[in-house]
């Protein structure tokens, strides 16, 4: 057996179901910016909510979760994006880019925004705004294709 078809079997031999099942609830409320109701969580996950509840609970616990009383929805917190942000990598990007885009934004007079790919998608990692009261936001489009149908995502020009 190959090495490469070895190290494959091994990951496919170890199971964590209660991670799993914490991820999937994880996923599936990323998915959702209006948050999912635990029938929803549970409908979505095909698994019966005795099996989430707890589950639940603890990612609420721990603040990765926040529960809306008033429309009985879960949803995600900024915790994940807290220990994005916290990684090494964009640390060290952060510091290497912040004194550089200060002075770009300087000699511009413009913002500047650092964005990384990642997953299909672009995300902001560091950020310097303008040193006017004068911002420009161009517009944001949810994919690259040149149909006449596409609307921006955003599009802001704020005059002060």
Not at 80 to 103: C, D, S, T, W, Y
Not at 114 to 133: C, E, F, M, S
Request: charged share 20%; net charge positive; with cysteine.
């Amino acid at each position: 057996m190959s090495e490469s078809n070895s190290s494959t079997r091994k990951r496919k031999e170890y199971s964590a179901p209660a991670l799993e099942k914490g991820l999937d609830i994880v996923e599936a409320l990323a998915k959702e910016p209006e948050g999912l109701t635990s029938a929803d969580v549970s409908e979505r996950l095909g698994r019966p909510m005795g099996q989430l509840f707890r589950m639940l609970v603890v990612l609420q616990q721990r603040g990765y979760v926040a529960y809306q009383a008033d429309s009985e929805r879960y949803e995600l917190t900024l915790k994940l994006f807290e220990i994005a942000h916290g990684l090494g990598p964009v640390r060290r990007l952060n510091l290497v880019a912040a004194p550089l885009m200060k002075q770009l934004s300087r000699d511009i007079g413009q913002s500047c925004h650092l964005t990384i790919y990642y997953a299909g998608k672009g995300h902001v990692v560091v950020q310097q705004n303008a040193p006017y009261n004068i911002m420009y936001n161009c517009p944001v489009f949810r994919d690259n294709t040149e149909s006449p149908s596409r609307q921006p995502v955003h599009f802001k020009t704020i005059f002060t």
